[in-house]
């Protein structure tokens, strides 16, 4: 536990031995001791009988090394094992006292009231027990108060409402019990509320929800019930499961500043509320594991939402995934598995291009991976199990490299699978529960794809090991060498030295140009594995013509199977010379590829 806000001036020289901190000195270094400070703490040295450490043997009387001004008193991380002694009250400019992470026992002196410009207060980590004194309520500037970790019993006394200053109350990992005062609504300051793994039973009163700085809120593993608000939010990610029931009102108070909210495994029931989407920095959200019903409410998934994590898994929620979800640019990881949603994908989620984590498993949705998820190139784990996608596996999942596992079992997934990529290794590429597939690697153990169509000659094509698609390409390679050069020997055509002059670059936008944006007056021809295009480029009015090869949906070895077809075509007679081959991405990110001739005004292409 940080404290964060309190700022400490140390004095090498007043470090005490063997690596324990004593710090024990001033902000400003006082001429005159005061000498009700130092024997007040004598006396809280004396009231310390037992000090395993040493730690106080040099602080004595003479006081010589280190001259006590008294606004800190820092013996966190020690061994003292007695009481903290009543004398304590007699430090009242005392503004910094740390004494965690000792043995201290017995209970907290009431008359620690005293210590009235108490900034900073923390006695966690001990065997304190005994109940809070109701006295700490008049500690008017405390900021930072820690008393987690002891065996504190009692109730949360309803006088530190009085602290008007507090900014963090931390309380977890006691023994407290009754409920909640609505008192501490009044602490117009809090940011963290922590309370977790105690006693505390009834249920919490929007008062306290109406907190507006309160940042991190805390009340799991308690016996709180009820049906009224409640929240449990985290930044403390080992504080486990709470057990709250009832429902998540819409009357969610004004914890707008809220950056992190975990409803997980709870009993909330009914719908979540659309008014999540007032937490305007919120990043997490994790309200899985409930019973949570209805659709997601698209509000949750507004523009202005900073959401980097959303997770709805385990609850019983219907309907589809909002489109609007593509508004979140910031999320990286989503989790909706095991609900009852269902339709298609929408297309919109190729806009969430952070996602790293996307796990969809255990609902109901159909048909396709929408082609727009190819712009999803950086996400590493994406579960699409047990839902009824019924198409064919999208070839792009194959170029995706950081893709670590990718669950498609149990869907009807039909068609080829995949050879490249995630789809080398059968571990990370669960497919079992799809009968309808065929193709793969070996160790898939899938049935060959039947070759009796068109769609399955490709196939086949495309397994068709890469040796064998070399030779073709050699054997077309020196067919269109020698072609050439017999044709240059008969029509002694001039400047053609070699086969592929590449010019200066020839973007896709100066296509795009050239041909009206490949409008179809400028289409002369379209052939099974792409379109020619009649164009003329701006910068010096040469007339092209263009092969496009159609790409789209399709692996790099489907293309190089294709680039062998092309140059087996130049033996055509018609074909001139290739200017260049434009290879680039097209404004949809999909691969594009071209071949640009020169244009023959009497030759048809193909
Ligand atoms: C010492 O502290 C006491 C009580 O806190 C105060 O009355 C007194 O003026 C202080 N003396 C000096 C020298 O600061
Ligand atoms: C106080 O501590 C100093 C430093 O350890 C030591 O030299 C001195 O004898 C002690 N005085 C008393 C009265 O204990
Ligand atoms: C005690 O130890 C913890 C963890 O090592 C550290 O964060 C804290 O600052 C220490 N406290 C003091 C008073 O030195
Ligand atoms: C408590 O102090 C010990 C050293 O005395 C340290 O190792 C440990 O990390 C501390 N624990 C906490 C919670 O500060
Ligand atoms: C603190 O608040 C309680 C009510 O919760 C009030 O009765 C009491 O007078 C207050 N104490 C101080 C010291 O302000
Ligand atoms: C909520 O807080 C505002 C001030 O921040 C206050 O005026 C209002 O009374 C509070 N509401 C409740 C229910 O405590
Ligand atoms: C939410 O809390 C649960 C239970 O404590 C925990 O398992 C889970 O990791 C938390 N969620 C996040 C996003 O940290
Ligand atoms: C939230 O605060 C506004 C004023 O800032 C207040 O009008 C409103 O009642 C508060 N909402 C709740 C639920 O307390
Ligand atoms: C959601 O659950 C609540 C309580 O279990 C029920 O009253 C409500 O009808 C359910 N709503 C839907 C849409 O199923
Ligand atoms: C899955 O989709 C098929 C049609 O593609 C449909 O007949 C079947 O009912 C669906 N199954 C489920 C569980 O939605
Ligand atoms: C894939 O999903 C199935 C069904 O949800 C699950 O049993 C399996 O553990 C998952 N495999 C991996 C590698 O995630
Ligand atoms: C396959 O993936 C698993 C984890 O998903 C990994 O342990 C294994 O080493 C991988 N095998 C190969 C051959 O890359």
Same mark, same amino acid.
């Given at each position: 536990m940080e404290p964060r806000s309190i700022s400490f001036v140390e004095f090498p020289s007043c470090h005490s031995l063997v690596g324990?901190?004593?710090?024990?000195?001033?902000?400003?270094?006082?001429?005159?001791?005061?000498?009700?400070?130092?024997?007040?703490?004598?006396?809280?040295?004396?009231?310390?009988?037992?000090?395993?450490?040493?730690?106080?043997?040099?602080?004595?009387?003479?006081?010589?090394?280190?001259?006590?001004?008294?606004?800190?008193?820092?013996?966190?991380?020690?061994?003292?094992?007695?009481?903290?002694?009543?004398?304590?009250?007699?430090l009242s400019r005392l503004q910094i006292l740390w004494l965690e992470n000792n043995s201290l026992v017995g209970e907290i002196p009431k008359n620690i009231a005293a210590c009235f410009n108490l900034v900073s207060l923390t006695l966690a980590f001990n065997q304190l027990f005994g109940k809070i004194p109701t006295q700490v309520g008049s500690l008017s500037n405390l900021q930072l108060f820690y008393l987690h970790v002891n065996n504190l019993i009692g109730s949360v006394p309803s006088s530190l409402g009085n602290l008007s200053s507090l900014e963090r109350l931390v309380f977890s990992l006691n023994n407290l019990g009754g409920s909640i005062p609505p008192t501490l609504g009044h602490l117009s300051k809090l940011q963290l509320f922590m309370v977790a793994q105690n006693k505390l039973s009834g249920p919490i009163l929007t008062e306290v929800l109406n907190l507006s700085s309160l940042s991190d809120f805390d009340v799991g593993v308690n016996h709180i019930q009820g049906s009224l608000p409640a929240y449990i939010c985290f930044t403390l990610p080992n504080l486990h499961v709470n057990y709250l029931g009832g429902t998540i009102l819409s009357s969610l108070g004004n914890l707008t500043k809220l950056a992190a909210l975990n409803l997980s495994g709870n009993n909330f029931q009914d719908q979540i509320p659309s008014e999540l989407s007032n937490y305007f920095f919120l990043n997490k959200l994790d309200l899985s594991r409930n019973n949570l019903n209805g659709t997601i409410p698209p509000q949750i998934m507004s523009k202005s939402s900073q959401i980097i994590l959303m997770d709805l898994s385990h609850n019983r929620l219907i309907g589809a995934l909002p489109m609007e979800v593509g508004n979140l640019r910031f999320l990286t990881a989503l989790s909706i598995s095991k609900n009852m949603l269902g339709g298609e994908i929408p297309n919109s989620l190729g806009d969430c291009v952070a996602l790293v984590s996307l796990m969809m498993g255990g609902n109901s949705f159909h048909r396709s991976i929408p082609q727009s998820m190819r712009s999803l190139r950086g996400i590493e784990e994406l579960d699409l199990s047990h839902n009824n996608f019924s198409r064919e596996i999208p070839q792009f999942l194959e170029t995706f490299r950081s893709l670590k596992v990718l669950n498609l079992s149990y869907n009807n997934f039909k068609g080829?699978?995949?050879?490249?990529?995630?789809?080398?290794?059968?571990?990370?590429?669960?497919?079992?529960?799809? /009968?309808? #597939?065929?193709?793969?690697?070996?160790?898939? !153990?899938?049935?060959?794809?039947?070759? @009796?169509?068109?769609?399955?000659?490709?196939?086949?094509v495309l397994r068709l090991s890469t040796v064998v698609i070399c030779g073709l390409l050699g054997i077309a390679?020196?067919? /269109?060498? #020698?072609?050439?050069?017999?044709?240059?020997? !008969?029509?002694?055509?001039?400047?053609? @030295?070699?086969?592929?002059?590449?010019?200066?670059n020839i973007s896709y936008g100066m296509l795009l140009k050239a041909t009206n944006g490949f409008s179809s007056t400028n289409m002369v021809g379209v052939g099974s594995f792409g379109s020619v295009y009649k164009g003329i480029l701006e910068d010096n009015r040469t007339t092209v013509a263009m092969k496009v090869l159609h790409l789209v949906g399709r692996g790099a070895l489907k293309s190089f199977v294709v680039g062998c077809e092309v140059l087996k075509n130049i033996r055509h007679r018609n074909l001139l010379k290739i200017l260049t081959v434009c290879s680039s991405v097209d404004y949809e990110r999909n691969d594009f590829k071209a071949i640009v001739y020169d244009f023959m005004d009497n030759g048809s292409l193909e």
């Amino acid at each position: 536990m940080e404290p964060r806000s309190i700022s400490f001036v140390e004095f090498p020289s007043c470090h005490s031995l063997v690596g324990i901190v004593l710090v024990l000195c001033f902000a400003h270094v006082s001429s005159t001791t005061n000498e009700t400070d130092k024997l007040s703490l004598l006396a809280f040295k004396a009231g310390i009988t037992e000090n395993p450490l040493s730690v106080l043997s040099l602080w004595n009387n003479s006081m010589g090394f280190c001259q006590w001004y008294g606004r800190e008193l820092q013996l966190g991380n020690n061994s003292l094992n007695h009481e903290i002694p009543p004398q304590i009250s007699q430090l009242s400019r005392l503004q910094i006292l740390w004494l965690e992470n000792n043995s201290l026992v017995g209970e907290i002196p009431k008359n620690i009231a005293a210590c009235f410009n108490l900034v900073s207060l923390t006695l966690a980590f001990n065997q304190l027990f005994g109940k809070i004194p109701t006295q700490v309520g008049s500690l008017s500037n405390l900021q930072l108060f820690y008393l987690h970790v002891n065996n504190l019993i009692g109730s949360v006394p309803s006088s530190l409402g009085n602290l008007s200053s507090l900014e963090r109350l931390v309380f977890s990992l006691n023994n407290l019990g009754g409920s909640i005062p609505p008192t501490l609504g009044h602490l117009s300051k809090l940011q963290l509320f922590m309370v977790a793994q105690n006693k505390l039973s009834g249920p919490i009163l929007t008062e306290v929800l109406n907190l507006s700085s309160l940042s991190d809120f805390d009340v799991g593993v308690n016996h709180i019930q009820g049906s009224l608000p409640a929240y449990i939010c985290f930044t403390l990610p080992n504080l486990h499961v709470n057990y709250l029931g009832g429902t998540i009102l819409s009357s969610l108070g004004n914890l707008t500043k809220l950056a992190a909210l975990n409803l997980s495994g709870n009993n909330f029931q009914d719908q979540i509320p659309s008014e999540l989407s007032n937490y305007f920095f919120l990043n997490k959200l994790d309200l899985s594991r409930n019973n949570l019903n209805g659709t997601i409410p698209p509000q949750i998934m507004s523009k202005s939402s900073q959401i980097i994590l959303m997770d709805l898994s385990h609850n019983r929620l219907i309907g589809a995934l909002p489109m609007e979800v593509g508004n979140l640019r910031f999320l990286t990881a989503l989790s909706i598995s095991k609900n009852m949603l269902g339709g298609e994908i929408p297309n919109s989620l190729g806009d969430c291009v952070a996602l790293v984590s996307l796990m969809m498993g255990g609902n109901s949705f159909h048909r396709s991976i929408p082609q727009s998820m190819r712009s999803l190139r950086g996400i590493e784990e994406l579960d699409l199990s047990h839902n009824n996608f019924s198409r064919e596996i999208p070839q792009f999942l194959e170029t995706f490299r950081s893709l670590k596992v990718l669950n498609l079992s149990y869907n009807n997934f039909k068609g080829m699978l995949p050879c490249e990529g995630v789809f080398e290794n059968a571990t990370s590429t669960p497919i079992i529960g799809n /009968a309808k #597939l065929c193709g793969g690697l070996l160790e898939f !153990q899938l049935p060959k794809c039947i070759s @009796s169509n068109s769609k399955s000659r490709k196939v086949n094509v495309l397994r068709l090991s890469t040796v064998v698609i070399c030779g073709l390409l050699g054997i077309a390679f020196v067919l /269109a060498i #020698l072609y050439l050069s017999w044709r240059k020997r !008969q029509v002694q055509e001039p400047a053609f @030295s070699s086969m592929v002059v590449l010019c200066p670059n020839i973007s896709y936008g100066m296509l795009l140009k050239a041909t009206n944006g490949f409008s179809s007056t400028n289409m002369v021809g379209v052939g099974s594995f792409g379109s020619v295009y009649k164009g003329i480029l701006e910068d010096n009015r040469t007339t092209v013509a263009m092969k496009v090869l159609h790409l789209v949906g399709r692996g790099a070895l489907k293309s190089f199977v294709v680039g062998c077809e092309v140059l087996k075509n130049i033996r055509h007679r018609n074909l001139l010379k290739i200017l260049t081959v434009c290879s680039s991405v097209d404004y949809e990110r999909n691969d594009f590829k071209a071949i640009v001739y020169d244009f023959m005004d009497n030759g048809s292409l193909e």
